[in-house]
């Protein structure tokens, strides 16, 4: 524990990414296999399942600490993370211990889940005695499953490739479904990660990849902001790209092997307990298939009476459901026949990576495409789905088609280069992936709450409540309802001059929020918007994020919840 609290110390106090890099390196060289397994596992995003309820934590550290509620309430509002602050309040430890990070999360920190308060307590207090300063930190972060570090996720893979002698790309698939919340990884888990490619038939082998449910890396697209114009000069022909619908849903793999069914999401989350009718899409499917495609809420064309222009994304099979559907599943533990049969779900196939296990990601897009599309057609189940390819004599047309997408449900377009490889993240060395999104819808908003950032911004106000006019200007009696979060979109020079009007303009605080007199206003944009009955305004908007802030606008003029409702899509008949 001692070593890898320090590792963290290092990480978090470098800015450089060599010298992150040659830290990494370090401790995966000298780690017994056991804690490396686990170092991997956290640093790479892994979490998991909450192992002490939040209140219970606060209140013994309160106690331990010897502190009234109040004066903890404002520690914590100053330091700005509830780790940290118990790190720094809790008094000396008593002990001293040798347990490592493997011995830690197997012996002391994992069989904390499920126990009774009062013997989660007592554990609890056992092992605050035991820790030095230097490692509460790490603890209380890995206890609260608020674990982040300033590395990325290439960051890791670059080290262990360093460390195995073993192509990056190569640990990169490894390493899909390696931080899944319900994993333990062990000493051969990570040993699987760096062993050599030519140990055939060890576990570290291809023959893992294909005896398991593991997806392949995922390919990301990059954005493409370009006028119709000039894209013929940037990126040529139309002819030359695959252009398809880009689906608003769960990017996913589904794998098919050794007579079993995986759905994994982009995330490295799998998820095929939420979708069982795609679980059981897989017994339609030969064995060593790997599909890359969307899962999106679907309304089946029996269903889909009078379908207007808000449907018909894929012609005589149906059309896509509003992401906030989907949603009404994927928040749900359980999930009942009526459910199941009122919001079906299907698999948008857009690409083909493995068959009868072979992996096809060096062909060429083109030729992957053609083989989904004959696996499509041979499974003919009502569940899969090929993403249509659109046509078009040139990029204005593609590109006055492309404004027909939020009528359709979808987000835009894809493009994909007709000899593309498929690749690992977002890469251009193999071929590339655009996405061709339509703008986001907008609206002036008002700030009306404000609360504390994370990690370096702990001490800034960066995540705002926003609010719409109930009713428009001029009527008596309007008022401002909240609608939307968000805290992206700002520049660093921006948040500190927002932060200082905020603090100038706080009305009353409520623990770590302010509520904040309605004097800024900004343009907030969004993917997408639904009716909610769990939201105040009535309506849900899907990521938002602050375009500008509108310093030339005053608050009188900010928009109302009709001017929102106006943006809702037509809804079928």
């Known amino acids: 524990m ?17 010298a992150k890099q040659a830290a990494l390196r370090e401790y995966l060289q000298s780690a017994p296999p056991p804690d490396a397994a686990w170092a991997v596992y956290f640093l790479a995003g892994g979490k998991p399942r909450q192992l002490v309820p939040v209140r219970l934590l606060r209140e013994l550290a309160r106690e331990a600490a010897g502190l009234p509620e ?11 993370d509830l780790a940290e602050t118990i790190a720094l309040l809790l008094p000396a430890p008593t002990q001293a211990h040798a347990l490592t990070l493997a011995e830690w999360m197997d012996t002391q920190l994992l069989p904390l889940r499920g126990l009774p308060p009062h013997e989660a307590a007592q554990r609890l207090r056992a092992q605050w005695a035991l820790l030095a300063p230097e490692e509460r930190l790490v603890y209380f972060k890995l206890i609260t499953g608020a674990f ?17 002698g073993v192509d990056a790309k190569r640990i990169a698939q490894r390493l899909m479904g390696y931080t899944h919340i319900g994993a333990r990884p062990a000493a051969q888990d990570y040993q699987r990660l760096v062993r050599p490619d030519d140990e055939a038939g060890q576990p570290g082998s291809a023959a893992l990849q294909e005896a398991s449910g593991h997806p392949y890396p995922f390919f990301l697209a990059h954005p493409l902001q370009l006028p119709p114009a000039q894209m013929h ?31 994994w999401s982009r995330g490295e989350e799998l998820v095929s307990e939420r979708f069982p009718e795609l679980q059981q899409l ?41 992401f906030a559907e989907l949603q009404k599943r994927i928040g749900r533990r359980t999930l009942g026949a009526k459910l199941l049969r009122e919001l079906p779900v299907v698999l948008i196939a857009y690409d083909l990576l493995e068959e009868a296990g072979q992996d096809l990601r060096a062909l060429p897009q083109h030729e992957r495409r053609a083989r989904l599309q004959a696996l499509v ?23 006055e ?36 999104k339509i703008d986001p819808l907008s609206v002036d908003a008002v700030l009306i709450y404000a609360q504390r950032g994370h990690g370096r911004r702990a001490s800034l ?57 309605p004097v800024l206003v900004f343009e907030l944009g969004f993917e997408g918007i639904a009716r909610s009955g769990r939201h105040k305004s009535g309506i849900a908007v899907r990521f938002p994020r602050m375009l500008r802030w509108r310093q030339d606008k005053p608050v009188e003029e900010a928009d109302t919840l009709q001017t929102l409702a106006a943006l809702l899509p037509q809804e079928a008949p």
């Open 461 to 517: 106000y960066t995540d705002y409540t926003f609010a719409l006019w109930d009713r428009p200007e001029g009527e008596e009696g309007r008022a401002l309802v909240p609608f939307a979060k968000a805290y992206s979109g700002l520049t660093d020079a921006e948040i500190a001059q927002v932060d200082a009007l905020i603090r100038r303009n706080t009305v009353e605080s409520f623990g770590p929020v302010r509520s904040v007199r």
């Open 70 to 80: 109040w004066l903890f309430d404002e520690c914590h509002q100053a330091v700005g």
């Open 233 to 263: 000069e940037v990126l040529g022909s139309p002819d030359d790209w695959l252009v398809e619908w880009k689906w608003d849903g769960i990017r996913a793999q589904l794998v098919r092997r050794a007579g079993a069914t995986w759905l």
């Open 2 to 18: 001692k070593r890898f609290a320090a590792l963290y110390q290092q990480l978090d106090a470098s800015t450089s990414t060599l």
């Open 401 to 436: 088609r492309r404004e027909q997408a939020r009528a359709l449900g979808v987000e835009g377009m894809m493009l994909k280069g007709r000899h593309a490889h498929y690749g690992v993240g977002r890469t251009k060395d193999v071929g590339v992936w655009w996405k061709w």
């Open 282 to 322: 897989g017994d339609a499917l030969p064995d060593g298939t790997v599909i890359d495609g969307e899962i999106v809420a679907w309304q089946h064309p029996q269903t889909a009476q009078g379908s207007d222009s808000h449907g018909g994304a894929i012609p005589g099979a149906g059309r896509v459901r509003p």
């Open 377 to 399: 057609d041979a499974a003919a189940h009502p569940a899969l789905l090929a993403s249509p390819l659109l046509q078009g004599a040139g990029w204005q047309d593609l590109a």
């Open 148 to 164: 982040r570090v300033g590395v990325s996720k290439l960051q890791i893979t670059q080290a262990l490739a360093a460390v195995g």
